[in-house]
């Protein structure tokens, strides 16, 4: 790793945040540091689940979280498994995929819950969509999908607005 490597800047703690934003194993350095950004905004926890699909001193990456990457309260987890053993007891999980039937409005996440986002190529393996409730953010267009980090977006603040934070 090197000097550029976004491990290595001190960054905040939120002692309890409202939500948590759980990336599967991204892919795309820029939309993970967008998303970032946005959890340094919202003030929204974020967990990256191992392996990523760059390296976290990515230029990419560093560039489009820009100067704020000391206010993202940012936890790694080396696989899924270690991210669930550390989850909070009493958290609820909720996995958003295209493919889900239940539109996200429907979901009723708590404060302290988990929102989990899957690779941009893939989605969520199957053991996850499984394992919890999975909903989806409609599209009417002819496109194939949302970028993830518009998604993150989307969701994240609909469900902050629901929790009374604005």
């Not at 000097?3 to 939120?14: F, M, R, V």
């Not at 990523?52 to 940012?74: M, P, Q, S, T």
């Not at 819950?113 to 969520?124: A, M, P, R, V």
Request: contains cysteine; proline residues 5%; hydrophobic residues 40%.
């Amino acid at each position: 790793m090197s000097a550029n490597d976004i491990t290595k800047i001190p960054h905040k703690i939120i002692r309890d945040p409202c939500l948590h934003i759980v990336l599967f194993q991204p892919e795309i350095p820029s939309n993970t540091g967008n998303i970032a950004r946005l959890c340094g905004a919202a003030e929204l926890r974020l967990h990256l689940i191992h392996p990523l699909g760059f390296k976290v001193d990515d230029r990419h990456l560093k560039r489009a979280g820009l100067d704020y990457w000391g206010e993202i309260d940012i936890r790694h987890h080396r696989n899924f498994g270690a991210f669930s053993e550390q989850m909070a007891s009493g958290s609820a999980l909720f996995a958003f995929s295209r493919h889900a039937r239940k539109i996200y409005t429907k979901a009723r996440p708590r404060k302290g819950d988990y929102l989990i986002f899957g690779q941009e190529t893939q989605g969520l393996p199957e053991v996850i969509f499984h394992a919890c409730p999975v909903y989806r953010v409609p599209i009417w267009g002819k496109v194939r999908s949302l970028n993830l980090a518009t998604t993150v977006g989307i969701v994240a603040y609909h469900f902050l607005h629901q929790l009374g934070r604005f």
